[in-house]
């Protein structure tokens, strides 16, 4: 009887052993299959311009990258040395199967579906295919199909400029800067505002570096942050911002001079770094002791948090921590 308990004991152990072996193998093949899908949707997909563009007809370029083993990074862009960019699309696309990605913009899926060496962008429903409109000018829509290159891209026509479409809370900013000198424009244009949707122009010392969306103060509405690092060797950071007013316009915020707190300005030198953790502005800077070349700082790393509060005029950040961490 002992000997027939052992033996089944022994049976159902190398049943579980076999079971975890084979659902391992599975995880590692699905996810090696994964890791293979992503990598064959990476390259250039042109519109049907870009073989005329020599002659002068616009075109629109989808770039797909990876961003790791389950997501990709693409990025819509357009001739501009003739004209104002057509279209102008920024995400990040999960891998829905061997031959589609997806994406969700606004509550709304969007498709980029792959099939010899061409890509249809469509929506997944037909009534929300009007949201690939959103990305372009002068009636222009994302959807249709791309034919892949197998040669470089050729990014002669396309300009060095800072493009970028956020969207959060039913409101959209398409954000574009120059950057092709030491002075630039930046052009913010706001969509879904109920009374204003005027564009912003501002002339900017320096180039954008980055911009963000967020709803800072928690009141249902998004602020749009435009990060700006100053030409020459300094890198002075500074952020240009807007803030939605309930839905129906929208106003600056502003960002007091780091100059005008001693604590936060001693052995401060530029090369900001800016980011939103949260509902928090985060500023970054290695800090210079006295003696510092400016391209060898040796101080501790300063972080500055910074909060949206509501000012007499307008909102503005205020600081709410500074913390110091050591580099070494």
């Known amino acids: 009887m002992c000997v027939a308990k052992n033996f089944l004991k022994i049976a159902l152990l190398t049943i579980v052993v076999f079971s975890l072996v084979s659902c391992s193998e599975k995880e590692s093949n699905s996810k090696s299959d994964q890791v293979s899908n992503v990598e064959n949707f990476v390259g250039n997909y042109v519109s049907e311009g870009y073989s005329k563009r020599v002659e002068g007809y616009d075109w629109v370029v989808v770039s797909i990258s990876k961003q790791n083993d389950t997501m990709v990074n693409i990025l819509v ?29 606004d509550g709304k899926t969007i498709l980029f579906s792959f099939a010899d060496k061409q890509l249809t962008i469509n929506t997944e429903k037909e009534e929300d295919k009007a949201i690939l409109q959103y990305f372009c000018s002068g009636g222009g829509s994302l959807a249709g199909t791309y034919i892949k290159i197998d040669q470089p891209l050729d990014d002669s026509q396309l300009s060095p400029a800072f493009i970028k479409t956020l969207s959060l809370q039913g409101i959209t900013f398409d954000i574009y800067a120059t950057n092709a000198g030491s002075v630039n424009t930046l052009t913010i244009q706001p969509r879904g505002l109920e009374i204003i949707n005027d564009s912003v122009v501002h002339e900017i010392d320096g180039s954008v570096t980055n911009a963000e969306i967020e709803d800072l103060n928690s009141d249902g509405w998004p602020e749009v942050l435009v990060y700006i690092n100053s030409a020459g060797s300094g890198s002075y950071g500074s952020v240009i911002g807007y803030s939605v007013n309930n839905g129906k316009s929208m106003s600056g915020i502003y960002l007091p001079d780091i100059m005008d707190n001693p604590e936060a300005s001693k052995g401060y030198m530029g090369h900001d770094e800016f980011a939103i953790v949260e509902t928090t502005l985060v500023r970054r800077f290695q800090t210079y002791n006295e003696g510092d070349s400016n391209a060898n700082p040796t101080g501790d790393m300063r972080q500055i948090q910074y909060k949206l509060v509501d000012g007499e005029a307008s909102r503005l950040f205020k600081i709410d921590k500074i913390l110091e961490f050591p580099t070494q």
């Open 77 to 105: 862009r357009s001739r501009v040395d003739k004209k104002k960019a057509t279209c102008t699309f920024d995400a990040k696309a999960t891998v829905e199967n061997e031959s589609t990605l997806k994406t969700v913009f």
